[in-house]
Structures are given as structure tokens and as C-alpha cells.
């Protein structure tokens, strides 16, 4: 197999594994938020199970996101990674999305001890966040934009 063909071996299963990690990263906090407007305790049961099971299924699809990200960016090369300054801004956005994942672990855990401390409206917010890192980051991937140059 070629480099060129392990790349774009490589390019797919990191779509796949990012649309599988995203439909699962948009969805969670849509479960927050009627965790967080529900005042039904057998409600509040079954959503922290709910909640578990997602983000613990979508993890496996964030990591493979990283590690087949990771493998583009090793065949492209550290040459072509710092003249690449769009894929500098992309890696931030991923890093902050990869926070956003880490942080959902722990409010997966305040709502299982009972101790929310957010609003359904904030919830609605923090799940705009995903979206819009979305859209930036498909919009640098696909333009790749000559930024500073």
C-alpha cells in the first residue's frame, strides 16, 4: 500500500469515527437540558443512565478521531505542518471540543450525586458550542485558508 493510499485510508475512517463522535457530542447535552428542566426523580434515573451510556459510547469514536487525525498529520509531515497554520487553528478548535468531551464527564457526574448547578437555557447554550466548532473546523479543512501569508 502506498502513502498515498494509506492516507486516504486514514482521511475516511477519520470522517467516519468524527461524524460518529459528533452525533454523539450533540445530542448528550440536548439530554442535559431535560435533565436539568425535569423534576421527576424516575426521570432523573433514567437520563443519568442515558447520559452514562452515550458519552461512554461516543468516547471510543473521540479517540479514534484523534489517533486517525494524528496518523494524517505523521504521512503529511512536520514540514508541512508549519506552513499549515489553518491546521494550527483546527487542532486548537479540536482541543477545545476534546475539553468540551472531558468536561461532559463531569457534568454527567454532578447530575448523578443530585448536584446540577446549571439551567436548561445554559445547557441549550453549551450545546451550540460543538456546532459551531463544527462549522469552523470543516470550513479550515476544506478551504485551508493561507492565513498570515
Same mark, same amino acid.
Given at each position: 500500500m502506498t502513502d498515498f493510499q494509506l492516507l486516504q485510508w486514514f482521511k475516511a475512517l477519520?470522517?467516519?469515527?468524527?461524524?460518529? /463522535? *459528533?452525533?454523539?457530542? *450533540?445530542?448528550?447535552p440536548?439530554? *442535559? $437540558?431535560?435533565?436539568?428542566?425535569? !423534576?421527576?426523580?424516575? $426521570?432523573?434515573n433514567q437520563l443519568v443512565i442515558m447520559e452514562r451510556r452515550l458519552l461512554y %459510547?461516543? !468516547?471510543?469514536?473521540?479517540?479514534? !478521531?484523534?489517533?486517525f487525525g494524528f496518523a494524517m498529520?505523521?504521512?503529511?509531515?512536520?514540514? /508541512?505542518?508549519?506552513?499549515?497554520? /489553518?491546521?494550527?487553528?483546527?487542532?486548537?478548535? $479540536? !482541543?477545545?471540543?476534546a475539553l468540551y468531551h472531558v468536561y461532559c464527564f463531569q457534568l454527567l457526574k454532578q447530575f448523578k450525586e443530585g448536584q446540577n448547578r446549571y439551567s436548561g437555557k445554559w445547557y441549550r447554550w453549551f450545546n451550540e458550542?460543538? $456546532? %459551531?466548532?463544527?462549522?469552523?473546523?470543516?470550513?479550515?479543512a476544506v478551504i485551508k485558508p493561507s492565513i498570515g501569508s
Open positions: 477519520h470522517l467516519i469515527f468524527m461524524v460518529a /463522535w *459528533f452525533a454523539g457530542i *450533540f445530542y448528550l440536548r439530554l *442535559f $437540558v431535560y435533565h436539568a428542566e425535569s !423534576t421527576e426523580p424516575a $426521570v432523573h %459510547f461516543i !468516547t471510543p469514536f473521540a479517540i479514534l !478521531t484523534f489517533v498529520l505523521y504521512l503529511y509531515g512536520l514540514e /508541512w505542518l508549519k506552513v499549515s497554520i /489553518w491546521m494550527h487553528i483546527k487542532l486548537v478548535l $479540536v !482541543t477545545v471540543l458550542m460543538p $456546532v %459551531f466548532i463544527l462549522f469552523a473546523v470543516i470550513i479550515l
